[in-house]
């Protein structure tokens, strides 16, 4: 009895193309990559009734074979279905659906695939049969691939052969890449010596006979490098104070020829020969060995006042006399500096103590006595009727010596001992050196302004302030046919010669020299430049402006350090004193010919005795 519900039924299929696409080499591809079961899912089942039941055959598809011919196995097929899983004769007779999903292959308990017969039935076929007749015939495989053999590169006997690993050879079973440049050496090793000991000639890699003869005609090991590198020697541990001597004499070696010898003599192009004894001596008995100190000076009437300890004499170069001029007071400790003025009627004293003194020479009486400085006046100079004087605490005083409330100006730019103090000859400028390493140069025009209200002008700022000095600085000279110019020197520490422009601040030449610098003076009458220094020379040295090149030299002038000079109103000759106790007249430079026409006899010393030693006191 039928059912009153109506059966399910198949619903019917779409008409499909009948074009089918035909094989090509990418579907091919394609089908080769696929995993196709053999075995329809359940859920497919149903669907591949109907189509079963019209059971026609398409032989416009490849794939379908017609049922009413039986197919035989061919050698594409069993590839297929032996790489895929897939029997395409069983998936395609009698049903043009789409099969299920693939079934995956029984594998055996070690996980390889299991052998099946069909398997190797359908491998032992190996002929595709397209139509009629034979198509194409598979190659199998038996071996692995072999790379042909390397052909060895063919090159001359005095080509090397390039070998990568030549310095940096590889670890066993391993890639080496070789990423550095043949002129760069390898950064990452520290030791550049360990670098170069890998660096060798090596006979294999390089033309055996031709390495081997340069080796033999050379008288040299293969193996070994020409030029060997170590490491820096050892510092020498030689005497310390045979090294100091060293460095000091280091400066007499740089310019060969270019010194005087002892006798006077000289071998350079720009040298003279001066005299290497001096004209006159005279003794200095008690006469301070200070460096800071400044104990002779000539005057423009030709007169050498000297300080020794507390007393000042003054000696007369045309008369060769000489005269006490006098002791400073009772509680002074010793006289530290002596200048004359500009007319050389009068001298000043500074003391131990702070006090200046003034003195008249032909009378030898004390005029004025001056106080106020808390330290000693190591250096003084003048202006006209102003009198600066430079203290122990880094001040610099002006006086005027007309009035009675002489302290019209107070320099303040030193925090050391003021030890060197110089005017231009016009006036406009000061320069001052002290025991900071320092040079100011002060504009000396302000000293016309003075008291306002009855108190002291001062002045803080400095025109120029030169710090290039690493020692004291005594030595100042100004030059008398270039009135910009100034000439500094420093002591021990520094033993350097600078000369500056004042009008620009900039310096213009600087000289090294062998020890320290006592003192600077410029020719009136020459391009040159005279100086005296200390240990461990002694010297008094000329030196050409502006090369400053050395022309003259005069070796151990004195026992000791010469401390002190001055030039004599002339221009010829150069007095000098150190702490052996002795002055000495040496003639550096001639006085021009038109001056000795005029009978100029400032600055000689016709008159006195010239040989001998002479007693001040």
């Given at each position: 009895?039928?059912?009153s519900e109506?059966?399910?039924?198949?619903?019917?299929?779409?008409?499909?193309?009948?074009?089918k696409?035909?094989?090509?080499?990418?579907?091919?591809?394609?089908?080769?990559?696929?995993?196709?079961?053999?075995i329809?899912?359940?859920?497919?089942a149903?669907?591949?009734?109907?189509?079963?039941k019209?059971?026609l055959?398409?032989?416009?598809?490849?794939?379908?074979?017609?049922p009413?011919?039986?197919?035989?196995?061919?050698?594409?097929?069993?590839?297929?279905?032996?790489?895929?899983?897939?029997?395409?004769?069983?998936?395609?007779?009698?049903?043009?659906?789409?099969p299920?999903?693939?079934?995956?292959?029984?594998?055996?308990?070690?996980?390889?695939?299991?052998?099946?017969?069909?398997?190797?039935?359908e491998?032992?076929?190996?002929?595709?049969?397209k139509?009629?007749?034979?198509?194409?015939?598979?190659?199998?495989?038996?071996?692995?691939?072999?790379?042909?053999?390397k052909?060895?590169?063919?090159?001359?006997?005095?080509?090397p052969?390039v070998?990568?690993?030549?310095?940096?050879?590889?670890?066993?079973d391993?890639v080496?890449?070789?990423?550095?440049?043949?002129?760069?050496?390898?950064?990452?090793e520290?030791?550049?010596?360990?670098?170069?000991?890998?660096?060798?000639?090596n006979?294999?890699?390089?033309?055996?006979?031709?390495?081997?003869?340069?080796?033999?005609?050379?008288?040299?090991?293969?193996?070994?490098?020409?030029?060997?590198?170590h490491?820096?020697?050892?510092?020498?541990?030689?005497?310390?104070?045979l090294?100091?001597?060293r460095?000091?004499?280091?400066?007499?070696?740089?310019?060969?020829?270019?010194?005087?010898?002892?006798?006077?003599?000289?071998?350079?192009?720009?040298?003279?020969?001066?005299?290497?004894?001096?004209?006159?001596?005279l003794d200095?008995p008690?006469?301070?060995?200070?460096?800071?100190?400044?104990l002779?000076?000539?005057?423009?009437?030709?007169?050498?006042?000297?300080?020794?300890?507390k007393?000042?004499?003054?000696?007369?170069?045309?008369?060769?006399?000489?005269?006490?001029?006098?002791?400073?007071?009772?509680?002074?400790?010793?006289?530290?500096?002596?200048?004359?003025?500009?007319?050389?009627?009068?001298?000043a004293?500074?003391t131990?103590?702070?006090?200046?003194?003034l003195?008249?020479?032909?009378?030898?009486?004390?005029?004025?006595?001056?106080?106020g400085?808390?330290?000693?006046?190591?250096?003084?100079?003048?202006?006209?009727?102003v009198l600066?004087?430079?203290?122990?605490?880094?001040?610099?005083?002006?006086?005027?010596?007309?009035?009675?409330n002489?302290k019209?100006?107070e320099?303040?730019?030193?925090?050391?001992?003021v030890?060197?103090?110089?005017?231009?000859?016009?006036?406009?400028?000061?320069?001052?050196?002290g025991?900071?390493n320092?040079?100011?140069?002060?504009?000396?025009?302000?000293?016309?302004?003075?008291?306002?209200?009855?108190?002291?002008e001062?002045c803080?700022?400095?025109?120029?302030t030169?710090?290039?000095?690493?020692a004291?600085?005594?030595a100042?000279?100004?030059?008398?046919?270039?009135?910009?110019?100034?000439?500094?020197?420093g002591?021990?520490?520094d033993?350097?010669?600078?000369?500056?422009?004042?009008?620009?601040g900039?310096?213009?030449?600087?000289?090294?020299?062998?020890a320290?610098?006592?003192?600077?003076?410029?020719?009136?009458?020459?391009?040159e430049?005279?100086?005296?220094?200390?240990?461990?020379?002694?010297?008094?040295?000329?030196?050409a402006?502006?090369?400053?090149?050395?022309v003259?030299?005069?070796?151990?002038?004195?026992?000791?350090r010469?401390?002190?000079?001055?030039?004599?109103?002339?221009?010829?000759?150069v007095?000098?004193?150190?702490?052996?106790?002795?002055?000495k007249?040496?003639?550096?430079w001639?006085v021009?010919?038109?001056?000795?026409?005029?009978?100029?006899?400032?600055?000689?010393?016709d008159?006195?005795?010239?040989?001998?030693?002479?007693?001040i006191?």
């Amino acid at each position: 009895m039928p059912s009153s519900e109506n059966p399910q039924k198949t619903p019917s299929r779409r008409s499909r193309n009948e074009a089918k696409t035909p094989l090509t080499p990418s579907l091919t591809h394609a089908l080769n990559n696929l995993s196709i079961s053999a075995i329809p899912s359940p859920g497919r089942a149903r669907r591949s009734k109907s189509a079963s039941k019209s059971n026609l055959a398409d032989i416009t598809n490849p794939f379908i074979a017609d049922p009413s011919r039986p197919s035989k196995p061919n050698g594409f097929s069993k590839s297929l279905s032996s790489g895929t899983g897939y029997s395409l004769s069983k998936s395609l007779s009698g049903n043009r659906s789409r099969p299920g999903s693939p079934t995956k292959r029984t594998l055996s308990g070690n996980g390889t695939p299991v052998m099946t017969e069909e398997m190797q039935r359908e491998a032992s076929g190996g002929l595709i049969k397209k139509g009629k007749g034979l198509a194409s015939q598979f190659d199998v495989v038996k071996n692995d691939y072999v790379p042909p053999a390397k052909t060895e590169m063919k090159r001359s006997k005095s080509q090397p052969a390039v070998k990568r690993d030549r310095m940096y050879p590889r670890e066993p079973d391993t890639v080496a890449i070789d990423q550095s440049d043949r002129f760069i050496t390898n950064r990452a090793e520290q030791d550049l010596a360990a670098t170069l000991e890998l660096m060798h000639l090596n006979p294999k890699s390089s033309s055996p006979g031709h390495t081997s003869r340069l080796a033999e005609a050379a008288n040299l090991p293969v193996n070994k490098r020409v030029l060997a590198f170590h490491e820096a020697p050892p510092a020498s541990s030689s005497d310390p104070l045979l090294a100091k001597q060293r460095e000091i004499v280091k400066p007499l070696y740089a310019r060969p020829g270019a010194l005087t010898t002892s006798s006077g003599g000289t071998t350079g192009g720009k040298a003279r020969k001066i005299a290497s004894q001096p004209e006159r001596v005279l003794d200095a008995p008690g006469i301070v060995d200070d460096f800071y100190l400044n104990l002779i000076d000539w005057s423009a009437q030709n007169v050498v006042a000297v300080a020794l300890d507390k007393s000042t004499y003054a000696w007369r170069a045309d008369t060769g006399s000489v005269s006490h001029v006098g002791d400073v007071s009772e509680e002074a400790s010793h006289v530290a500096s002596v200048a004359f003025s500009e007319d050389g009627a009068f001298l000043a004293i500074g003391t131990g103590t702070g006090s200046v003194e003034l003195w008249d020479v032909e009378t030898s009486q004390r005029k004025r006595k001056m106080d106020g400085h808390q330290a000693q006046i190591a250096s003084m100079a003048w202006n006209g009727h102003v009198l600066s004087s430079g203290c122990g605490d880094g001040s610099i005083w002006h006086h005027d010596v007309r009035i009675r409330n002489h302290k019209v100006m107070e320099l303040l730019g030193h925090v050391g001992e003021v030890c060197g103090l110089k005017w231009r000859s016009d006036g406009q400028m000061l320069a001052s050196g002290g025991n900071d390493n320092v040079v100011n140069v002060w504009d000396g025009r302000v000293a016309d302004s003075v008291m306002t209200g009855g108190e002291v002008e001062s002045c803080s700022n400095a025109k120029w302030t030169k710090r290039n000095h690493t020692a004291a600085v005594k030595a100042l000279a100004w030059c008398p046919w270039q009135p910009s110019l100034l000439a500094s020197g420093g002591g021990t520490n520094d033993a350097t010669i600078h000369v500056w422009n004042t009008t620009t601040g900039a310096r213009l030449h600087s000289l090294k020299t062998p020890a320290q610098i006592t003192s600077l003076h410029f020719a009136p009458h020459k391009k040159e430049i005279l100086s005296t220094h200390g240990y461990p020379t002694n010297a008094v040295m000329v030196h050409a402006y502006p090369s400053l090149e050395r022309v003259a030299e005069i070796r151990d002038a004195h026992e000791s350090r010469v401390l002190f000079s001055c030039v004599s109103p002339a221009g010829d000759v150069v007095l000098t004193g150190a702490g052996d106790e002795n002055l000495k007249f040496w003639r550096i430079w001639e006085v021009p010919k038109a001056e000795k026409k005029k009978g100029v006899s400032q600055g000689s010393m016709d008159g006195g005795v010239r040989d001998g030693i002479l007693a001040i006191r």
